[in-house]
């Protein structure tokens, strides 16, 4: 018998976070808590929830059997596999990936070799007064919205007194329906209520940027996304266009038809209707759905609607509306009270890696050592001028348009190599009833981050009437760290690994260093192998974006004054009409879009579709509650309003 710890280590299925427990065998596994052992032997037992279907209820148990750690199948019907291997019983040794269902576990005996001691997930924070990325922000900042001299003390209430407010010589505005964020869940929003009767002048969306794609815009340029490429995200939808027809696709194709271009013109719509079984997804260009947005932007009055601001802080009014404390700029202050509130802040943090912080702080070289989302043109203008090495971590959906960025700059180049680090291999891909996604050199593929059903399907109905718990596991088995499925960006990394200039490698990092030849090495416990260094002129980490609560001030001020329920994921609890029922403040009501509701009854909550479902069964909801100047449309003036949309007449 021995007390050695062992850490497991995994990334969330559905979010990509890391989790590190430190635990004493026996180990149970499974899907229902009650179903795991409470003793083995004697001995407590360290019990391991697991949300997916895929996972029976006692799924697997770690033990140790002569001085030997041993995991041991409990008639699960997926069953287990040790280093890819599908066993019944196996042995397991330092540094062996254990698989029970979509949880890819790495297993570390403590004993064995020195592990990093586990650091908490780091963010690097976007600027709240220019709107960008800003690694020079502490990591856990010390102010809160009410940490300063504004909101006044009357914030500390629950419900603020609006007399109170106009007392304090501040200007106070009011509107009907107010949104912040003034981004692209603000703009679908702000849009869908013009379509639906409501004026101009009764709306506003309080925001950091005029143009609602332009942080949107922004991270696409930064991770190599130019305006002429081909977005990798879902865009069934046009947020331009609620009716979605004519699709960016019937756009495009009558573009290149008016040039002469009658293949391409064919091709795009042939991609339409055949897709994903016969044809390749398709995505619109950049630029087109930036400048459809302007058009649209212009045709609703956007530049009426939208406030420069930065909100600081949200209440409740003792009559029945919201009001918002914000700053207009240094010392200048003011305050929104609205009956309708719409929240739609985005994702408020980027991921970034622990050991790549780390080094940052040692070294401030900010230079190296660069997240995807930052502006990072430097690396490549380097390598196309001086070739050298880069280490890619994270192999989702950015992780592959670096990929093919850097294959571009290899054009000019050659001297140029790509080292793409994982964790552990991907033997299989995510598995849902009969469906299992393809993996090519540990690659997940599927068209877009969710299944496709998970937007208007019959995954969207399932989610919307599961429990909480049945949400948790269907979103796990959903989830996953996908690539996009083209085959331009395949036929890329094939070449690569068969002309030797892209080297996939697997290991835990051990921790980031600098040489005197300011290269980076990465020190790296690799299995079979012991430890190794990876040397690189670059790091780029393309371990995604961050949308929990706790990242943002604003949001978790709000949380912490209505004690606000979150879901398993650390978002909002939202209705399935992404009404937060708890902030119901006689007949005001508050919504919220996007990244800040995952989890609940919405798989895509920050894709195109998903926004404009969102802000559909919001504005449904607002319709019922007869707010003003809202008219539920119906085909008639649905139509109507599709004819103003095509002739660029005002929705009024």
């Known amino acids: 018998m021995t007390n050695q710890q062992i850490r497991l ?189 409501v004026r101009t002048e009764k709306i506003v969306a309080l925001g950091l940027e005029a143009e609602p794609y332009a942080r949107y815009k922004r991270l696409c340029l930064n991770s190599q996304i130019p305006l002429h490429e081909r977005l990798r995200s879902n865009s069934d939808s046009c947020p331009d266009n609620i009716w979605g027809w004519p699709s960016y696709a019937w756009r495009e194709a009558w573009q290149d038809f008016t040039k002469g271009k009658l293949n391409t013109a064919l091709q795009y719509l042939w991609q339409v209707f055949a897709e994903p079984t016969f044809a390749e997804t398709y995505t619109p260009r950049a630029g087109n759905v930036f400048d459809s947005i302007d058009r649209e932007a212009k045709r609703i009055g956007w530049g009426q609607i939208y406030r420069y601001g930065r909100v600081r802080a949200i209440r409740k009014t003792d009559d029945g509306r919201y009001c918002v404390a914000y700053s207009r700029g240094q010392g200048n202050h003011a305050f929104f009270v609205s009956r309708y509130l719409h929240l739609a802040t985005g994702y408020p943090a980027i991921q970034f890696l622990p050991d790549l912080q780390t080094y940052r702080e040692k070294y401030q070289d900010f230079k190296s050592v660069v997240n995807a989302y930052e502006a990072h043109d430097h690396v490549y203008e380097q390598l196309e001028r001086q070739g050298g090495t880069v280490l890619i971590r994270g192999r989702g959906i950015v992780a592959s348009r670096i990929v093919q960025r850097i294959y571009e700059a290899r054009r000019k180049n050659s001297n140029i190599t790509v080292l793409h680090l994982m964790r552990s291999p991907k033997p299989q891909g995510n598995k849902f009833q009969k469906a299992t996604r393809l993996v090519k050199n540990h690659y997940e593929f599927q068209p877009f981050n969710w299944p496709k059903a998970c937007w208007s399907g019959e995954l969207r109905v399932m989610l919307e009437q599961a429990t909480p718990e049945e949400r948790k596991r269907l979103l796990t088995d959903w989830g996953g760290t996908t690539t996009a499925d083209r085959l331009d960006w395949q036929r890329i990394t094939e070449a690569g690994l068969r002309e030797g200039w892209y080297q996939i490698t697997f290991g835990e990092v051990l921790g980031v260093e600098r040489d005197s030849q300011n290269r ?82 919405y798989a895509a909550v920050d894709s195109f579709l998903g926004l404009q479902y969102a802000c559909l069964v919001a504005v449904d909801g607002l319709a019922s509650a007869h707010a003003p100047g809202v008219r539920r449309l119906n085909a008639v003036s649905s139509f109507g309003q599709w004819l103003k949309w095509v002739l660029n007449q005002l929705p009024s």
């Open 9 to 197: 280590s995994w990334e969330d299925p559905t979010t990509g976070e890391r989790r590190e427990p430190k635990l004493n065998a026996p180990i149970a596994f499974g899907r229902e808590f009650a179903r795991l052992p409470v003793e083995q032997e004697g001995q407590r037992v360290s019990r391991i929830l697991l949300n997916s279907n895929e996972v029976s209820r006692y799924h697997a148990l770690i033990v140790w059997e002569n001085n030997q750690l041993v995991v041991i199948d409990q008639g699960s019907v997926n069953g287990i596999f040790i280093n890819s291997q599908q066993q019944k019983r196996g042995v397991l040794a330092h540094g062996d990936t254990l698989q029970i269902g979509p949880y890819i576990i790495m297993v570390t005996l403590a004993a064995s070799v020195t592990v990093p001691v586990t650091s908490p997930p780091s963010l690097i924070q976007f600027n709240p007064n220019t709107n960008l990325p800003d690694p020079h922000i502490p990591q856990n900042p010390a102010f809160t919205p009410l940490g300063s001299n504004f909101p006044p003390p009357a914030f500390q209430a629950e419900q603020v007194s609006v007399q109170a407010l106009h007392a304090i010589r501040l200007p106070v505005d009011e509107c009907d329906y107010l949104t912040i964020g003034g981004g692209l869940g603000s703009f679908i929003w702000a849009d869908l209520l013009r379509i639906s009767g």
């Open 520 to 601: 980076t090495i990465t020190q790296i416990q690799e299995k079979g192998f012991g430890q190794m260094q990876l040397i690189a002129d670059f790091i780029v980490d393309a371990t995604g974006l961050d949308a929990k609560v706790q990242a943002s001030p604003l949001l978790e001020d709000l949380v912490k004054q209505y004690n606000l329920p979150l879901n398993h994921l650390g978002r909002l609890t939202v209705a399935n009409n992404f009404e937060i029922p708890e902030m119901r403040n006689g007949k005001g009501q508050m919504y919220a879009a996007g990244a800040i509701t995952l989890g609940g009854p």
